[in-house]
């Protein structure tokens, strides 16, 4: 690193298989990743956040086959998914990198002509078992079943045989020297429990590993060999190198490899610690700082997984409370080292308790004294007194042991003792009454500084909470009359006193709603229910379908009904005419926001006299949570326009 450069900060997370959509699982590492990102960002440091997609390999080529679709095709539609989802978790990525990129292929082809050149890929021949589901060649002494095949030690399912011929990479040579490396390197693997599983898996010796398939179509073709495609998890890892640039921008490559710290879950650890260090090695690229295999959330004691058929759909919070809630529960509940145990119980405990409670109380109060009490200027108009300093010399405390926290990845332990201080501030404003003050004109400045305080303390535990909960972290800010987002503010000058008297603060909403158990899980129709009721959903033949007139309407005017909470008169334009019909969407739109939006509607549903109002046309709309949502169109449509 010459003088003038920043230090960098390159992390990871693995690169998801495409045979299906992302679960709560792949979101927690991605999420974990995302704070880390986020928090190196506002230390300065030149961050490169890297995640993907691993599609090669026979479990992809099988998955597509099962749904019709070329490998490829159905590649791109989860990539398209699981983007959207790390859209909707505000997840900050510098790069998405796939493995079908041509950057990535040609980079893998170039390293392993580079380790046939050198003798440490040679041709032989492989006869073993192969689990297709973890992609991995089973280790000689599983035991052959009664039934006369072996099972995956490591997910259980049945694995194949496999006879051909293939490329071997020379793992054994590396057996010593990653032993050394182990040694030399303590922090490599972390949690440090794990580094002891790893030396003693390699102690115990390794044999070389066949990294070529011939039975696979569906992969990177060895080069001047094209019988052969290259093995997935040998494809796979090396995304960490051309994701960040090698061999077609090697300036990026330059200057971020080797990566600080590779993320993955407990279950990939022997992938990343043994094969990935060793074909490094070979290629003589330095080692990356620290592999760190977190946990997994389980789902009654069980791994939550899509074989398992045990999955949780991150849609089901996030339609309800946005990326925050769901990113500070799976971050506090557990040390990312352990399991923990999902439940919507236990993430609706938490977020109604420590957000709702705690955290939004304090902030809506705040804000709401500020407004009434002093017009919404924030002033401090006297000294500090002892409580006062307290709690600003608490908070500077706190800003130092929760920079350790996130530097040595203990992101539990960060978000426990920031709300250890949200608590304490919640005391200072019970203590101090300031709604007592507010009655006696001779304690008004006593009040400001007060209240000054108060909202000095929410500014600074919205800065520490910004990796983990981005957008409340921007939202408190502004609602506080910031000018600038917490991101704009380097760690190191960060200070509680630059909260800026004079600034007006927002009316604001509660920032966390508070959502009642029986009202959430409403909302998560478990899949074999929802079977249940298609299986006695009437069946609509297509011509019975053909017979609705669905078109594109074109909203011109919404008002009230009046005596009504939820009801809505709207006059549709549908191309020819113009139609009114009655809508119970009152509750989710202001009559103001409709007009001009484009929906679908029936027109030819028999009219129904609504409140004294003839309504000709319906809207469609989903049902959450006794709201009506109407699907609005993204494109321009023109009114009248036939919907098929
Ligand atoms: N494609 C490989 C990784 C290649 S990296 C060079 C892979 N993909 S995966 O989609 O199956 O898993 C990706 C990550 O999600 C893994 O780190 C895995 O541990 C994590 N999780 C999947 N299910 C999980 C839980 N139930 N809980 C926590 N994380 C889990 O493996």
Known sequence: MSKNSKETFYISTPIYYVNDIPHIGHAYTTIIADALARFNRLLGKDVFFLTGTDEHGQKIEKAAAEKGLTPLELANKVVGRIKDLWKALD??????????????????????????????????????????????????????????????????????????????????????????????????VRPASRMNEVASFVRQGLRDLSITRTTVKWGIPVPDDPDHTIYVWFDALHNYLTGAGYDWDMERFRKFWPATIHLIGKDILRFHAIFWPAFLMAAQFPLPKTIYGHGWWLRDEAKMSKSRGNVLDPYVILRTFGPDPLRYFLLREIP????????????????????????????????????GYFGGLIEDLEEEQAG???????????????????????????????????????????????????????????????????????????????????????????????????????????????????????????????????????????????????????????????KMDLRVGEILKAEKVPGTDKLLKIEVNIGTEKRTMVAGVGDTYSPDELVGKKLVIIINLKPAVIRGIESQAMLLAAEVGGKAIIPFFDREVSAGAKVK
């Open 91 to 188: 997840i900050s990525n510098d790069f998405f990198i796939r493995t079908t990129d041509p950057f990535h292929e040609k980079g893998v082809q170039k390293i392993f002509l580079n380790l046939k050149a050198k003798g440490d890929i040679y041709k032989g021949t492989y006869q073993g078992w192969y689990c297709v589901s973890d992609e991995n060649f089973l280790a000689e002494d599983v035991p052959v079943e009664a039934e006369g095949y072996k099972t995956c030690p490591d997910c259980g399912k049945k694995a194949v045989l496999v006879s051909e011929d293939c490329y071997f990479f020379k793992l054994s040579r590396y057996q010593e020297p990653l032993l050394q490396f182990y040694a030399q390197n303590p922090e490599f």
């Open 336 to 371: 990312i080292g352990l399991d923990g145990n999902f439940s919507h119980e236990g993430f609706l405990h938490r977020v109604n308790s420590d957000l709702a409670n705690d955290l939004g109380n304090l902030v809506h109060r705040t804000l709401t004294m500020i407004q």
């Open 388 to 546: 006062d300093k307290e709690i600003r010399q608490a908070f500077d405390a706190l800003k130092e042991r929760v920079a350790d926290f996130y530097e040595n990845y203990a992101l539990s332990r960060a978000l426990e003792d920031i709300w250890v201080y949200v608590n304490s501030v919640n005391k200072y404003l019970a203590e101090n009454e300031p709604w007592k003050l507010a009655e006696n004109a001779t304690r008004k400045k006593r009040l400001a500084r007060i209240l000054y305080q108060t909202a000095a303390a929410i500014r600074g535990i919205s800065y520490l909470l910004y990796p983990v909960m981005p957008e409340s972290g921007r939202k408190i800010w502004s609602y506080l009359g910031e000018n600038k987002a917490p991101e704009e503010v380097p760690f190191t000058s960060f200070r509680f006193e630059d909260l800026k008297t004079g600034r007006r603060v927002q009316r604001t909403k509660p920032l966390f709603p508070r959502v009642l158990l029986q009202d959430f899980l409403k909302e998560e129709a478990p899949p074999a229910v929802s079977q249940k009721k298609e299986e006695k959903m009437d069946i609509v033949t297509f011509d019975e379908f053909k």
